[in-house]
């Protein structure tokens, strides 16, 4: 009987040992296929090459071999202007940088000149807009933390009154600087704006009329506001009230006041002359007689100012 039951536990064990290890190489042998027909259905991919800055370019730096390299890109599609190796980038003559460029920042044709091409401002500005040079200084210019890239407002002075005549005008460079990148500050004395050509008159007549400063706005900001011409009137508090007084007309002073005088049962009304902030005293005119001073009222007689009582 002992011996039966341990021939029945061993072939239990047989058996179950043998059905894990045939239910995992049935799951490894279904694993590999699938993974054969996920293979099998991919696209295959193809790589090219993309060419991208070596190191940090600013504006006017010349490109060179060393300044680039390729990276793998996938074959066919290669971005828009962009360059699939140093060869296609240098075919036709060396180049110089317009936009600033970082480390592994692709090249595109539109950040860089053309073949022998040098860099200018001028290849800055957008279609249909021009270049204005703005005569600015350490406080107009907003202590020189105003760079290239920039958006400001401008304010026109005339005599006692100020106005935004500009706003959202992008700064092209300061000086001969140019890098949208620096930050470093610096006090200029010229600051060139990109505007629409309207805008360039209203500049060119505005620095001939007044002077012109440069209002720095948050970065990102592109919402227009509604603004008014401010004058020196509107600077104080005490100056407004001033102004305010001075459109109120005053007030005539009063010249008579009324008197009720009561004798007996009589009650007679009387307007007299005010000086100094009450009745005036008769005054006798030169060259007449004084006459003889009457006696006092008797006591039934009254005045009382105001309301009769």
Same mark, same amino acid.
């Not at 060393?66 to 971005?79: F, K, M, S, T, Y």
């Not at 000086?275 to 009254?302: F, H, I, M, N, Y």
């Given at each position: 009987m002992r011996a039966n039951f341990k021939v029945m536990i061993l072939l239990a064990v047989v058996c179950g040992g043998g059905a894990v290890w045939a239910g995992g190489r049935w799951l490894d042998n279904a694993s590999a296929a699938r993974l054969r027909e996920i293979e099998a259905a991919r696209p295959s991919v193809t790589f090219g090459t993309l060419v991208v800055a070596?190191?940090?370019?600013?504006?006017?730096?010349?490109?060179?071999?060393?300044?680039?390299?390729?990276?793998?890109?996938?074959?066919?599609?290669?971005?828009?202007?962009?360059?699939a190796t140093k060869d296609d980038l240098f075919k036709d003559g060396d180049r110089t940088v317009l936009y600033p460029l970082e480390q592994?920042?692709?090249?595109?044709?539109?950040?860089?000149?053309?073949?022998?091409?040098?860099?200018?401002?001028?290849?800055?500005?957008?279609?249909?807009?021009?270049?204005?040079?703005l005569r600015v200084n350490d406080?107009?210019?907003?202590?020189?933390?105003?760079?290239?890239?920039?958006?400001?407002?401008?304010?026109?002075?005339?005599g006692e009154v100020a106005e935004v005549i500009l706003q959202d005008v992008r700064i092209l460079s300061i000086d001969q600087m140019a890098d949208e990148k620096s930050t470093e500050p610096m006090v200029a004395h010229t600051a060139t704006v990109e505007v629409s050509p309207e805008a360039a008159q209203k500049?060119?007549?505005a620095q001939s009329v007044g002077s012109l400063s440069l209002v720095l706005r948050r970065a990102g900001e592109v919402r227009a506001e509604a603004f008014?011409?401010?004058?020196?009137?509107?600077l104080t508090t005490a100056r407004k009230t001033e102004n305010a007084k001075a459109e109120i007309p005053p007030t005539p002073p009063v010249t008579d006041a009324t008197v009720w005088v009561r004798r007996a049962t009589e009650l007679t009304q009387y307007s007299? =002359? /005010?000086?100094?902030?009450? $009745?005036?005293?008769?005054?006798?005119?030169? *060259? &007449? !007689?004084?006459? =003889? /001073?009457?006696?006092?009222? $008797?006591?039934?007689?009254?005045?009382?100012? *105001? &309301? !009769?009582?």
């Open positions: 070596a190191e940090p370019l600013r504006f006017g730096a010349p490109l060179s071999r060393q300044a680039v390299r390729e990276i793998p890109w996938p074959d066919g599609d290669l971005p828009p202007g962009a360059f592994g920042e692709p090249l595109f044709a539109s950040k860089l000149t053309g073949p022998g091409e040098r860099a200018a401002v001028s290849r800055l500005i957008s279609d249909g807009n021009r270049a204005v040079t406080v107009a210019g907003v202590g020189g933390l105003v760079l290239p890239g920039d958006r400001v407002d401008v304010v026109l002075t005339t500049l060119v007549l008014r011409p401010i004058s020196v009137a509107d007299v =002359p /005010v000086k100094d902030g009450g $009745p005036s005293r008769l005054v006798t005119p030169p *060259g &007449e !007689p004084v006459g =003889p /001073v009457e006696a006092p009222s $008797p006591p039934s007689a009254s005045i009382a100012a *105001g &309301e !009769p009582q």
